[in-house]
């Protein structure tokens, strides 16, 4: 099956431009997630979806960050005004139908490539 | 709140000899723990989780709930297990948000 797409993959800007991701999950995933993966660091959840809603965005910096995933299939990240500090990986991932809803716990996600965000 | 804590960074291992890449994690209620791996110019991806109790490409990893820790383990480093490796911890928040928490992750390296 074909994986988990991403575009762009390399993304330069300034501070205060603005930037979009734009995602592309497996066929059939319900629940597709965005992290940030810092330099030297894990991957840290930003927001995760279930079909078109938001589960989890606890950890979206809201003021700049912004998400939507309209028909439940492709999903966009925009960022608006960039920071230097947003200089990162950005990771798309999705999953089978939602985690937790047939008791077996959470589903194998799988990971796009990543798009690397350079903010100058 | 749920916590992974890898204390390694790096990690160097001759080939052929065993490798354990620690990790330990924090978390009030029954957590599901995974490894994940990336491979040099690859997606990260899952290695195993601790429910399927399998060895995957000859590594394996126990939850020890008292120590709270899901080791990896392998008895004999091969060169192409270099890779990074993370371990992960899914905590549910609430019903059906299994949060996925990362470690941040340690570089294992084989030396010839």
């Known amino acids: 099956e074909a994986g988990v797409a991403q575009s762009p993959r390399y993304k330069i800007i300034e501070k205060r431009q603005s930037v979009a991701f734009w995602c592309n999950p497996i066929?059939?995933?319900?629940?597709l997630y965005w992290y940030q993966q810092i330099l030297g660091q894990g991957p840290k959840l930003l927001i995760q979806?279930?079909?078109?809603?938001?589960?989890?965005d606890s950890q979206l910096p809201k003021d700049r960050f912004s998400a939507e995933r309209l028909k439940g299939v492709d999903s966009t990240l925009k960022i608006q005004p960039a920071k230097l500090e947003d200089s990162a990986v950005y990771l798309c991932?999705?999953?089978?139908?939602?985690?937790?809803?047939?008791?077996?716990?959470?589903?194998?996600?799988?990971f796009g490539p990543g798009t690397r965000l350079t903010v100058t | 709140a749920q916590r992974v804590t890898q204390p390694e960074k790096l990690l160097s291992v001759f080939k052929g000899a065993p490798v354990e890449l620690k990790c330990n994690y924090s978390y009030s209620g029954s957590p599901e723990l995974f490894w994940y791996v990336q491979y040099s110019r690859q997606r990260l991806q899952l290695l195993l989780r601790h429910i399927s109790r399998e060895s995957i490409k000859g590594f394996t990893a126990d939850l020890n709930k008292g120590e709270t820790s899901f080791h990896l383990k392998k008895p004999f480093a091969q060169e192409e297990d270099s890779a990074m490796y993370y371990c992960a911890l899914s905590g549910r928040e609430y019903f059906g948000n299994e949060k996925l928490t990362f470690g941040t992750g340690t570089r294992l390296t084989i030396i010839p």
């Open positions: 066929s059939g995933h319900a629940t």
């Open positions: 991932a999705s999953s089978l139908p939602a985690p937790g809803t047939s008791g077996r716990g959470q589903y194998e996600q799988y």
């Open positions: 979806f279930q079909n078109n809603g938001v589960v989890d």
